[in-house]
T-cell receptor, first 113, second 115 residues
Framework: SQELEQSPQSLIVQEGKNLTINCTSSKTLYGLYWYKQKYGEGLIFLMM???GGEEKSHEKITAKLDEKKQQSSLHITASQPSHAGTYLC?????????????WGLGTSLAVNP | EAQVTQNPRYLITVTGKKLTVTCSQNMNHEYMSWYRQDPGLGLRQIYYSMNVEVTDKGDVPEGYKVSRKEKRNFPLILESPSPNQTSLYFC??????????????FGEGSWLTVV
């Protein structure tokens, strides 16, 4: 199974609705990245969280890190068609004596006008 | 403007014909890496480089080579491409190790098809 699970895998919402995407790690999180990707295109940085309880916002997107649960959530308020795309989380985890970055499989979001 | 530039963006090639995907960043970043992205498997790291002349294998290095002769460039070389290397490839860079809380910048991706 994946070391970094994203849920849901896909999501269809009506424009204006709120939504939440979760990213859960099986290992201790030292940091968590959120990116957005349009199909076949590059990854656009949204935000990075490092401390437990940290919460960051950018426009209508808010992300929070729960270190105890080894989980991060990404919340979009009043979704718009421009929010459509795939959201990827990347986790900075411990790997032996080193750290490594692992990635979730993504959550595909469609927003219906 | 901060950029990671990959070329080519799209390529169809034949099995066994050597190819190079170039990657260049204009941010004076020390850390660069290559990923491949496949459906159901997500992003997997191929190789990374901590600085000039320092490279190391990622999770899926077989069939690939890299070099880091200059700080800004990190080409990915497929000496003898095979169909299982058909994928979407991303180059990425950051100021130093991503574990330092550094923003990772990605290129726009290179679609490679090996027939």
């Amino acid at each position: 199974s994946q070391e970094l699970e994203q849920s849901p895998q896909s999501l269809i919402v009506q424009e204006g609705k709120n939504l939440t995407i979760n990213c859960t790690s099986s290992k201790t999180l030292y940091g968590l990245y959120w990116y957005k990707q349009k199909y076949g295109e590059g990854l656009i940085f949204l935000m990075m969280l490092q401390k437990g309880g940290e919460e960051k916002s950018h426009e209508k997107i808010t992300a929070k890190l729960d270190e105890k649960k080894q989980q991060s959530s990404l919340h979009i308020t009043a979704s718009q068609p421009s929010h459509a795309g795939t959201y990827l989380c990347g986790a900075d985890i411990s790997a032996g004596n080193n750290r490594k970055l692992i990635w979730g499989l993504g959550t595909s979001l469609a927003v219906n006008p | 403007e901060a950029q990671v530039t990959q070329n080519p963006r799209y390529l169809i090639t034949v099995t066994g014909k050597k190819l190079t995907v170039t990657c260049s960043q204009n941010m004076n970043h020390e850390y660069m890496s290559w990923y491949r992205q496949d459906p159901g498997l997500g992003l997997r790291q191929i190789y990374y480089s901590m600085n000039v002349e320092v490279t190391d294998k990622g999770d899926v290095p077989e069939g690939y080579k890299v070099s880091r002769k200059e700080k800004r460039n990190f080409p990915l070389i497929l000496e003898s491409p095979s169909p299982n290397q058909t994928s979407l490839y991303f180059c990425a860079s950051s100021l130093s190790l991503p574990s330092g809380g550094n923003t990772i910048y990605f290129g726009e991706g290179s679609w490679l098809t090996v027939v």
